[in-house]
């Protein structure tokens, strides 16, 4: 389990090693076409800032070699927002008094056909809180019963679930799963998540490996920006990726960088704050890394810097998104876990990807087309 290769890694020798790297180190990872973790790391240092241009003409031609000039789209589903964690920066945290909503089946169902008015999509992503005993298995197994009768690829994020569960999912049409550590520091990681099964850091850095085991079609990671060091979280969450990759070879995998913003209500300030110029570094040094990997982008990020992206290595974006609980039908007003910052409709976002050339696909990208002859 990744939790036993984790400890190999110093939180603190990764730092330094990052901030250390040299114009030579950048150099020297631009021009391999396959790179290590370590070049990687020279890839995102602030080293390599000097390096942009050069490496987005790299990123751009990787992304294109193995999915062509596509953007595959998907809405998220907030079937719930109850939740029994008392995570610091979520305002779905259980100690904050709330109304609490749960989609009854029939209200599901009405999301379903709301969404599939907006625009065709085949990709729906299905989010709660994390409260097992309300919102676990056998809500989960019907709500994605109803969803195939719409959708064709159908992901959950959710909390972490045993082998047995996620291949009882599968059963009921389950393709992916998106399961964000937050953080990889472990000696920190329960200043942000002090209480519920998400305190549990070791439970939550394996769910990759016991979706891997049950044989889960597609495995989503990422951190949430604005915890801890961005560099040093990126390069834990690309040892977790490489690790992966190896035991877990004929899975497909996705990276996602949210960034938490400042609230405006006085809430969980981010302890980091990454600039639009470090989001793009950061993904054009993914991309360099890894070429088959697919790069997320949500509606958190602005039109301007989803339009920039589109063709410079991001794969993924979500379109339309509401992020509170039946928020396309059933309860439009209720609270969102995040304000999103892109509100174009899905029509939109994909008459401004054709006008950059760019095809959206509106499945999965891997269903789409034979993206190893791209």
């Not at 596509?70 to 610091?88: G, R």
């Not at 989960?140 to 959708?151: G, H, Q, R, T, V």
Request: some cysteine; glycine content about 6%; charged content about 25%.
């Amino acid at each position: 389990m990744f939790s036993e290769e984790i400890k190999k890694y110093s939180w603190n020798e990764t730092t330094k090693q990052i901030y250390t790297k040299t114009d030579t180190d950048v150099r020297r990872a631009l021009s391999k076409e396959y790179c290590t973790v370590d070049d990687f790391m020279a890839l995102i240092s602030p080293a390599a800032i000097p390096y942009l241009e050069e490496m987005a003409s790299l990123s751009k031609h990787y992304t294109e070699e193995r999915f062509g000039r596509t953007m595959s789209l998907f809405i998220p589903l907030y079937l719930t927002n109850s939740c029994a964690n008392s995570c610091v920066y979520c305002g779905f945290h259980i100690s904050n008094p709330m109304p609490r909503t749960i989609l009854t089946f029939d209200e599901m169902e009405n999301e379903y056909k709301a969404i599939k008015q907006l625009g065709p999509f085949e990709n729906i992503l299905l989010v709660t809180g994390e409260n097992p005993a309300k919102a676990g298995v056998p809500y989960l197994s019907k709500a994605l019963d109803i969803a195939k009768k719409y959708f064709a690829n159908l992901k959950i994020e959710v909390m972490p679930l045993n082998t047995e569960e996620y291949r009882e999912l599968i059963g009921h049409g389950l393709n992916g799963v998106i399961c964000f550590q937050e953080t990889y520091h472990a000696e920190r990681y329960n200043i942000y998540h002090p209480r519920g099964m998400k305190s549990k850091f070791d439970w939550r850095v394996n769910a990759p490996d016991r979706m891997g085991e049950a044989g889960v079609h597609s495995i989503g990671m990422g951190v949430l920006i604005g915890l801890e060091d961005w560099r040093t979280d990126i390069t834990f969450l690309a040892y977790h990726l490489r690790y992966l990759q190896r035991k877990y070879w004929r899975t497909k995998y996705s990276v996602n960088f949210p960034r938490m913003r400042p609230a405006e209500n006085g809430g969980f300030q981010p302890n980091v704050i990454m600039s639009d110029k470090e989001l793009a570094q950061l993904t054009f040094a993914m991309r360099i890394f890894d070429h088959d990997v697919d790069i997320s982008y949500s509606t958190r990020e602005t039109p301007f810097i989803r339009d920039h992206m589109a063709s410079l290595g991001v794969t993924t974006m979500s379109a339309e998104s509401k992020t509170e609980p039946g928020g396309y039908y059933t309860y439009p007003q209720a609270l969102e876990q995040f304000a999103v910052s892109d509100e174009r409709t899905a029509k939109e976002v994909s008459k401004r990807l054709k006008d950059l050339g760019l095809e959206p696909v509106w499945k999965d990208w891997d269903t789409s087309f034979d993206y190893k002859e791209k």
